[in-house]
């Protein structure tokens, strides 16, 4: 169980101050005269504010020529201040119940922008309100441009990831606690999601426990159905840390001794899994990488039962870029972190899948989760 340390705050070093201009230099560079960020993970990337999702507006405005400001409901301005935001270099701007905050936007900004950049996750009536306050502007995606900056995670944000599988990896060496016959997929993925944060999270973001046939649909919700002997179970799960930074591992387990055509399944998937996490390194591209596995797992017989991409990359979100898929031609680079996680799914039967988080390096990739990967045979 978790240690009972301190959980490691995020300070400075994990969100840097050089940030703010990093974003506002590649906005001019893509042609935006500002970028206008709401609650989320661009938010926090740039400031380390984790605000709050609210129907009262908070938002980063970094113009690409003038002074960035962050500015929140006069109610939320404590705890704006209080986060690593209240250390940058910008104006905290806190609005009142009876202001019009994107009027106070709009004034603020040094000129009516031609193009801005709004964050991709924000409310559409949100960006509706500042289409009513800037009707000359034109409004792009953010993150074509904050992309590229998040893409290649630093080496504080490699620890942070670290630590999150770690804690993610403690989970999963317990699972023999709750794990067997007799009891439900909800039971146990109540257990895991209360271990999840007992083992250094700040809240756990999913928990899939697809025992038997529940194992062949890669986003199984937890159900009612009872484990029973000899069962396979898909345990995919994850967490937040208090850092910020996102967990996701899945093993597989056999509850009592599973059939002998799984055990061959398996082995074909831990193969393919081997090779693509020894293949990672710069240069290689997101779609050849997808095909190190896919073809070991078509050359087995089971292509057809391998549907989805094979992984995803990983940060303040659990999916962001890069996605490993086919048709991704972008070259792998030192920094980039994401999920190495082929499946094999059987209808009605059975199904597996084995992910490690994985970071590239200058020399090769650096799993992140390191327990074991063979099938685990639970009494």
């Known amino acids: 169980m978790h240690d009972g ?3 490691h705050e995020p300070g400075q070093d994990l969100y840097p101050a050089d940030r703010l201009d990093r974003a506002r230099a590649a906005a001019a560079r893509a042609g935006l005269d500002a970028l206008l960020i709401s609650p989320g993970a661009d938010l926090r990337y740039l400031t380390g504010y984790d605000a709050l999702q609210l129907e009262r507006l908070t938002c980063l ?13 006069a109610l939320e301005e404590p705890a704006a201040a209080a986060s690593p935001a209240g250390g940058l270099d910008l104006d905290l701007v806190a609005w009142e119940e009876t202001d019009d905050p994107y009027a106070l936007i709009a004034g603020r900004l040094p000129a009516p922008p031609a193009r801005v950049g709004v964050d991709n996750h924000m409310w559409a009536e949100k960006l509706l309100a500042f289409r009513r306050v800037l009707p ?13 900056l998040r893409i290649r995670k630093t080496p504080q944000e490699v620890d942070a990831l ?5 804690a993610i990896d403690r989970v999963h060496a317990r699972m023999g606690e709750w794990l067997r016959a007799g009891r439900t997929e909800r039971e ?6 209360a271990a999840i944060t007992e083992e250094g999270h700040a809240r756990a973001d999913f928990v899939i426990v697809g025992s038997g046939p529940n194992g062949a649909s890669p986003h199984h919700e937890l159900s009612d159905r009872v484990i029973q002997p000899g069962d396979p ?14 967990s996701d591992s899945t093993r597989v387990y056999a509850v009592g001794e599973p059939p002998e055509e799984f055990r061959r399944l398996h082995d074909v998937l831990l193969r393919a899994q081997r090779a693509q996490t020894e293949a990672v390194r710069p240069g290689i591209t997101a779609e050849e990488l997808d095909a190190v596995g896919r073809d070991l797992i078509a050359e087995a017989g089971y292509g057809s039962r391998f549907i989805h991409r094979t992984g995803h990359g990983i940060g303040l979100e659990t999916h962001e870029e890069p996605y490993i898929v086919a048709g991704n031609r972008m070259p792998l680079a030192e920094g980039m972190a994401f999920s190495v996680e082929p499946g094999i799914y059987l209808p009605d039967r059975y199904g597996a899948r084995i992910e490690d988080i994985v970071v590239c390096t200058a020399t090769g990739g650096e799993r992140l989760n390191l327990t074991d990967r063979e099938l685990v045979v639970l009494p």
């Open 233 to 246: 179970v898909v345990v995919d799960i994850g967490g937040t840390t208090p850092e910020g930074y996102c």
């Open 61 to 73: 405005v970094l113009p690409a020529d003038g002074r960035p400001f962050l500015l929140v409901p």
């Open 136 to 148: 000359e502007s034109r409004q792009e995606l953010a993150g074509t441009v904050l992309n590229e």
């Open 162 to 166: 670290r630590r999150a599988g770690a």
């Open 5 to 7: 340390k301190p959980a």
């Open 188 to 193: 146990v993925g109540r257990d895991i999601a």
